[in-house]
Each structure stands twice: as structure tokens, then as C-alpha cells.
């Protein structure tokens, strides 16, 4: 069974840091490419980042490249997000996941499975 948990998600100010981690479980970690992907408040998910599935390769939208920088642990089967220099824009519920195939990471509905996702607010 595929489990997806996010957690380290908080309120901070614009300019604060915040490190998400996923915990995932279920299946073979080390076989996928690992995402984050977040849900603004009434818009749709949407594509933050991805992670190579030996961690080498990495993409970020260009709306958090150099503020954002994602990372694993296979050893852990863990996938984190670092995120600095905060924006009210950035505030979101932020959900990581697992795609087998790099063309398809940015494909939010092709995932099949979700987590709870974490809650990051950015506001003074």
C-alpha cells in the first residue's frame, strides 16, 4: 500500500525558511522520481519540483528556482523541500509524490496516489 506523508509545514513570515520532509512508503523508493507538487488556495495543484530517482537530475518552476531546492534519501525513503526567501505566493498545501517516468512528472493527474500534504503559510 502507497503512503505519502508530508510534514514541516508552518505559518512563517515572507523571507522565512521552512524544510519539508515525505516520508513514502509502499512501494520501491528507489525506483521513482520523487515530486512536490502544492495546491494554492482555490487554484488548481500544480508542479513545484522533481528529483532524479538516484537524486541526481532535479527540476524546479521557475517561480521558486534558487529560493526552493529539492533533495532525497534513499537510504530513508525520504524526499525533502528545501524552501527559503518565502513569498505570500508561495502559500500552499504542499504534497510530494512518486512518477516512474521523468516526461511525466509535471503530469498532476496522472498521480494516483496522495498524502494529506502539509500546509505552508507565508503572511506577515
Known amino acids: 500500500q502507497v503512503q505519502l506523508v508530508e510534514s514541516g509545514g508552518d505559518l512563517v513570515q515572507p523571507g522565512g525558511s521552512l524544510r519539508l520532509s515525505c516520508a513514502a512508503s509502499g512501494f520501491n523508493f528507489r525506483d521513482y522520481h520523487m515530486t512536490w507538487l502544492r495546491q494554492p488556495p482555490g487554484k488548481e495543484r500544480e508542479f513545484v519540483a522533481a528529483i532524479g530517482n538516484f537524486g541526481i537530475a532535479t527540476r524546479h518552476i521557475v517561480s521558486v528556482r534558487g529560493r526552493f531546492t529539492i533533495s532525497r534519501d534513499n537510504a530513508k525513503n525520504t524526499v525533502y523541500l528545501e524552501m527559503n526567501s518565502l513569498k505570500a505566493e508561495d502559500t500552499a498545501v504542499y504534497y510530494c509524490?512518486?512518477?516512474?517516468?521523468?516526461?511525466?512528472?509535471?503530469?498532476?493527474?496522472?498521480?494516483?496516489?496522495w498524502g494529506h500534504g502539509t500546509q505552508v503559510t507565508v503572511s506577515a
Open positions: 509524490n512518486a512518477a516512474r517516468k521523468w516526461s511525466e512528472i509535471a503530469a498532476v493527474k496522472n498521480y494516483e496516489y
